[in-house]
């Protein structure tokens, strides 16, 4: 370790060692970078990210609160309706209409249990190939639920759950458009079948698994937007983080804290998944076109480049500032972005730099392309080095 390094990590010491934090200079520390070392980055993130208060007193209390509400949400919205369903058996004589899952009440609990069923097979079928290129989401987390996964009760897993619901003869797909695509898995590649992963042994289950129950938990706490494809790619590095934290008491409860950071920062980015908030000042179309216009400022050559050819930020910066770069780079520059992001004052304000920063690093590539060449570079991205891309992003900023 370098002694540049050891002084850095001393410095984020110093600042969190203080029993009420100075939320300044630990945003200025962390925009440079957070090390990994003695799980600074996840404790920076909670603090950045509004799950842990300024005032170190209060996360003992705050910590042991939160976990418990998140196990009542398990046990209220995983482990009650998998015993409700058992205990109310289709071959039962003495099935009642109200119990009975034909029931054409809307507010019935099958009906509930089917359509949750619908959100959970999307869920499902998008955390199954989060980051793909890595082995760590297939692999068994060393905190399986113990709530869920009780050996005096067997209680039903998500998992369980999707392999045996009658909808699996179709694979229901909610996409960002709002459009719902009905296929048969038989069309379907077989990659993301259910029999492609390793099944693992009773009493454990695989991290990707933990981000499945993460999210349907937020689904159902907020029926307004339920879940929408891509918010697998928001939650995905923020549990890598916290469930690789070198802190094994912190890690232990990953899938808690995971969860109300999650929620906080969808709390900040949720109208980029509302598609009638598009066209409002808060939706996505709004921030693009503010991309461009900052473009228009910065390089007013390249700008006009790209609308002469007709390039509009939908065709790139939609999946650029929804899913928050996450799927331009490699799982440990995202993160490095990410740093930068929180830490910022103004967050989202800073990646619209970043977006921006990325077009003017290939501005000769783009000015010399076509339309074909110029889509092929925005959206496969190629520049890796984020540190020169996050450097443009902050010498934008300086310069307004």
């Keep these: 370790m370098s002694s540049l390094h050891k ?54 209390t705050l910590l042991k609160k939160q976990r418990e509400l998140y196990s009542q949400f398990l ?46 097979l999307q869920i499902d079928k998008d955390v199954r190939r989060l980051y793909p290129d890595m082995a760590f989401f ?27 619901t009658t909808l699996k003869s179709q694979t229901v797909a909610r996409n960002r458009s709002g459009v719902t695509n009905v296929s048969s898995p038989l069309k379907t590649s077989a ?25 349907f938990i937020y689904a159902k706490l907020n029926p307004g937007i339920a879940y929408v ?5 928001i939650v ?36 980029n998944f509302i598609k009638s908030l598009d066209d409002s000042q808060c939706g996505i179309t709004y921030k693009m076109e503010k991309v461009y216009s900052t473009l228009k400022e910065k390089d007013v050559e390249l700008y006009l480049k790209l609308q002469e050819q007709n390039i ?36 989202f304000d800073f990646l619209l730099l970043v977006c921006c920063a990325m077009l003017i690093l290939i501005r000769d590539q783009l000015l010399e392309g076509d339309f074909t060449l110029n889509m092929r570079l925005l959206q496969d991205y190629p520049i890796s080095d984020v540190r020169l891309i996050l450097k443009k992003a902050k010498e934008l900023q300086d310069s307004k």
């Excluded at 409700?84 to 039962?92: Q, Y």
């Excluded at 897993?157 to 045996?164: G, Y």
């Excluded at 990659?191 to 999210?215: D, F, K, M, Q, T």
């Excluded at 910066?317 to 990410?338: C, G, H, K």
């Design 138 to 164: 297939q692999r068994p987390t060393d905190y399986p639920c113990l709530l869920i996964l009780d050996p005096q009760n067997e209680f039903e897993t998500l998992r369980k759950r999707v392999e045996q």
């Design 75 to 120: 046990k209220e919205m995983i482990i009650q309706p998998g015993i409700a369903k058992a205990n109310l058996g289709v071959s039962r004589e003495d099935v009642t209409l109200e119990d009975h899952p034909l029931n054409p009440n809307p507010d019935s609990r099958w009906n509930t249990y089917f359509k949750d069923n619908e959100v959970l």
């Design 236 to 271: 995905g590095p923020l549990y890598y983080t916290f469930a690789t934290d070198p802190n094994s008491d912190w890690k232990e409860h990953a899938e808690a804290d995971t969860f109300f950071c999650f929620t906080n920062l969808m709390a900040e980015i949720r109208d």
């Design 312 to 347: 509009k930020p939908q065709f790139f910066a939609f999946r650029w500032l929804t899913l928050l770069l996450s799927q331009e780079f490699l799982l440990p520059d995202v993160i490095r972005i990410w740093d930068s992001l929180f830490a910022d004052d103004n967050r």
């Design 191 to 215: 990659p993301n079948s259910l029999s492609e992963y390793e099944v693992l042994p009773n009493g454990c289950e695989a991290h990707w698994e933990v981000v499945e129950r993460i999210l």
């Design 7 to 60: 002084s850095r990590i001393a410095e984020f010491q110093d600042v969190l060692g203080e029993p009420k934090i100075v939320l300044q200079k630990l945003r200025e520390l962390c925009f440079s970078g957070i090390p990994f070392d003695g799980g600074l980055r996840c404790l920076c993130w909670k603090i950045l990210l509004n799950y842990l208060p300024v005032e170190k007193a209060l996360w003992s």
């Design 229 to 233: 494809q891509g918010m697998n790619e």
